[in-house]
T-cell receptor
Framework: GAGVSQSPRYKVTKRGQDVALRCDPI?????LYWYRQALGQGPEFLTY????????KSGLPNDRFSAERPEGSISTLTIQRTEQRDSAMYRC???????????????FGSGTQLSVL | GQNIDQPTEMTATEGAIVQINCTYQ??????LFWYQQHAGEAPTFLSY??LDGLEEKGRFSSFLSRSKGYSYLLLKELQMKDSASYLC??????????WGAGTKLIIKP
């Protein structure tokens, strides 16, 4: 596609429910990143993939968070048993080559605003 | 620890020039990015510096001094649409991207 696409744009859920956030990167981009961004703050790294391989998941807060990119394109970030503290903007980004992770420009999606009630 | 410092907020006048500073303390250095983020929107790439000096790109320029751990973003001929947050981010020796909290720039007519 023309840009990084994320869905849904907004997600409201009840505490304890599972949610799945989807990211469709720019076609041909090797690397895909998940970030979380609080208002007035920079993005907080969660995890990233090169093709289908998860290269680094050190930023995932706990084992309720997981991500996959099974065919090296679309990725899903899953949060199980959501808690109120999970409420945030979740952003996906992609980059072209993936040869030097993070040392190339990122293209961000519009994000999914998650609200856990 | 690793740290990126930027002013929280700056105000400037339409048509003027503004300089947004960024200082960093990181474990190693593999480049510095500036991103622009309008309210409610995604960050978009502005510039990337890996060598010392000034890189000019239209109305925007970015400067880097690795020895001082310092960068600035210079915006000339300010327009109302330049009102946004400007995020500084540094790639450390482990190729991790360390983000600053951003500088909110307010442009007044």
């Amino acid at each position: 596609g023309a840009g990084v696409s994320q869905s849904p744009r907004y997600k409201v859920t009840k505490r304890g429910q599972d949610v799945a956030l989807r990211c469709d990167p720019i076609s041909g981009h090797v690397s895909l990143y998940w970030y979380r961004q609080a208002l007035g703050q920079g993005p907080e790294f969660l995890t990233y993939f090169n093709y289908e391989a998860q290269q680094d998941k050190s930023g995932l807060p706990n084992d309720r968070f997981s991500a996959e990119r099974p065919e090296g394109s679309i990725s899903t970030l899953t949060i199980q048993r959501t808690e109120q503290r999970d409420s945030a903007m979740y952003r996906c980004a992609s980059s072209l080559r993936g040869s030097d992770p993070f040392a190339e420009k990122l293209f961000f999606g519009s994000g999914t605003q998650l609200s856990v009630l | 620890g690793q740290n990126i410092d930027q002013p929280t907020e700056m105000t400037a006048t339409e048509g003027a020039i503004v300089q947004i500073n960024c200082t960093y303390q990181t474990s190693g250095f593999n480049g510095l990015f500036w991103y622009q983020q309008h309210a409610g929107e995604a960050p978009t790439f502005l510039s990337y510096n890996v060598l010392d000096g000034l890189e000019e790109k239209g109305r925007f320029s970015s400067f880097l001094s690795r020895s001082k751990g310092y960068s600035y973003l210079l915006l000339k001929e300010l327009q109302m649409k330049d009102s946004a947050s400007y995020l500084c981010a540094v790639v450390d020796s482990n190729y991790q991207l360390i983000w600053g909290a951003g500088t909110k720039l307010i442009i007044k007519p």
